[in-house]
């Protein structure tokens, strides 16, 4: 359903159970951004309404899903971490060239989102079948449908907004991209690295 042409490797679990504190900051730092996203969507592009509201609604999920992997760092008795550089959403937003039309450049972010949320969705899949601890295998697994959906509004709107056919070719280059990066991650504890 993702698309993904290679998945993660699910020895990924392993490295983050050895450090679950690791991977729950970095989580809750991809739902601040996914949050920032939206809103910068709707800051760049106000002009589309269908796409202001549900960014509208995307921001308010998203930093609740922050509450919500903010609240589980607190329950195991630690601190938020400071934020990292994610190298998996610097490698891949070099992508497609800078510059073009609004619309262009539009149908890029949306495409970039899209695959973000589609990695996640599929990471947090591993983790609701693997994980040990059974409380954060049930905290993913009810995150997952929710990535899923972001995937396919990401798409949507891409697919709406831009020429279909050159949208669809777009997504399967950036889906071969993306799986070029990926061979070089899924070696450390964090939601897409």
């Known amino acids: 359903m993702l698309g993904l042409k290679l998945p993660t490797d699910p020895r990924w679990v392993n ?3 050895k450090n679950i504190e690791e991977i729950l900051t970095d989580h809750a730092f991809c739902e601040q951004k996914a949050a920032s996203t939206a809103i910068s969507l709707i800051v760049s592009f106000p002009e589309y309404t269908d796409l202001v509201q549900e960014m509208t609604a995307l921001v308010k999920e998203e930093i609740s899903h922050f509450k919500m992997v903010h609240d589980k760092i607190i329950a195991r008795g630690w601190a938020l971490g ?3 550089r994610d190298d998996y959403v610097v490698q891949l937003i070099n992508f497609f060239p800078k510059g073009g039309n609004r619309t262009t450049q539009l149908v890029h972010r949306l495409l970039y989102a899209a695959l973000i949320e589609a990695r996640s969705c599929e990471r947090f899949r591993l983790l609701s079948e693997e994980l040990e601890d059974k409380e954060l295998a049930e905290f993913y697994k009810n995150l997952m449908a929710s990535e899923a959906n972001h995937y396919t509004m990401f798409l949507g709107f ?5 020429n279909r056919k050159e949208v669809d070719a777009k997504w399967q280059q950036l889906l071969e991209y993306e799986a070029k990066i990926m061979r070089d991650l899924g070696k450390s504890e964090t939601i897409h690295g």
């Open 158 to 162: 891409a697919r709406q907004y831009g």
């Open 82 to 84: 400071r934020d990292r």
């Open 15 to 17: 490295i983050v159970e």
